[in-house]
């Protein structure tokens, strides 16, 4: 059994509570101005996702300009969205659809890739891994070059 997210209970109280406190205070003006500062808190929300699904659309899945930035930026505790917004780009689900903790995958055209961990939309984890540099098999040195 999932521990519970408080959150999600707390912030509908939370607004509850303001409208109360603003009925109490100053009647329905007061229900009036608090009821439209959470409308506009709600869509601003809601306008900063889809501007973030947005651009992500036009991107492949899984892919970064750089994994070595992208896990340079990370931080514990982030949210998905927060990632999809550093990155440009949805990630690779690599986990089983809907099980938790949700392994997602981003690539860069080195073949350098961060596999980042995600439980209850939250970051928890995250490694980078890079391709194994190919061994030159011509010698650069100075003795094998004749003038």
Known sequence: MRPMNFQKIWVPVGGIVLLGLAWRSYGWAGVALTGGAIVMFLLLHFNRAM???KRAADRPVGYV?????????LK????????????????ELRSPKDEQPELYRWTDT?????????N??????????RPEAAPDDAPSSEEDKTG
């Open 76 to 91: 514990p505790g982030v949210t998905l969205m927060h990632v999809i917004a550093m990155t440009r780009a949805l990630g």
């Open 51 to 53: 501007q973030v699904l």
């Open 110 to 118: 080195g073949g350098s890739y961060v596999d980042a961990v995600f």
């Open 65 to 73: 300009a750089s994994a070595v930035m992208l896990n340079a930026k």
């Open 120 to 129: 209850g939309g939250k970051l928890q984890s995250w490694t980078l891994t």
